[in-house]
């Protein structure tokens, strides 16, 4: 019975059950997903993660499904009617950093043919599968993490500071931070 499946202690509510057990962790490598999850990720400094939750599908659609060539060239007019929107977290930092994380990510995608090619060399390319026994063995950044940020900010990103990245890779899969208790862990850790 799927009430009876034991996961992570945050995933409470509709929203985060769903989440948790359809996305969070599972290994990401399309781009423009990716470029999603960046964007949120910073918008959600500072807040709860359900309150993005809640906010995605508006997100999703004044970013026009986070094309990032389409939010690269948003111009003032654009912009101002994305303050305007209660839809989003308007935070003229954060949404300033999206549109300029846009053009940063089209400058990776093209040195380095993707964007997922890049990001997940931060890990060597797989997920890392950690064992966590309670939330309390969760860190907050890792030294990769570290070394994301620290590489995302040479390259002109913003919002994308080290504990925003080991968010970040937790919801793309880049580690597997499900507790091991979790049905989840299992289901996300090659055998």
């Known amino acids: 019975m799927e009430s009876e499946k034991f996961r992570c202690p945050w995933a409470q509510g509709d929203e985060y059950v769903a989440y948790h057990d359809q996305e969070w962790g599972v290994p990401v490598h399309d781009d423009r997903l990716l470029f999603e999850f960046l964007i949120l990720e910073g918008a959600q400094a500072g807040l ?22 389409v939010v690269a060239g948003y111009d003032e007019a654009k912009f101002e ?17 999206a549109i300029g994380n846009a053009a940063a990510f089209l400058e990776v ?8 090619r890049f990001i997940w060399d931060f890990v060597g390319g797989h997920p890392l599968q950690n064992r966590r026994q309670s939330l309390a063995d969760v860190p907050a950044s890792t030294p990769e993490s570290d070394a994301m940020s620290k590489s995302l900010k040479k390259r002109g990103f913003r919002f994308v500071g080290t504990t925003i990245c080991y968010a970040f890779m937790q919801a793309v ?19």
């Not at 899969?173 to 055998?191: A, F």
């Open 81 to 97: 009617s994305l303050m305007s929107d209660a839809g989003i977290v308007r935070n003229r930092l954060k949404i300033q950093s």
């Open 173 to 191: 899969g880049m580690v597997n931070d499900h507790l091991v208790t979790c049905y989840r862990h299992r289901q996300l850790h090659p055998k």
């Open 48 to 69: 709860s993660w359900i309150t993005i939750l809640k906010k995605r599908a508006a997100y999703r659609r004044l970013f026009d499904e986070f094309d990032p060539a």
């Open 109 to 116: 995608q093209q040195e380095f043919g993707s964007f997922d």
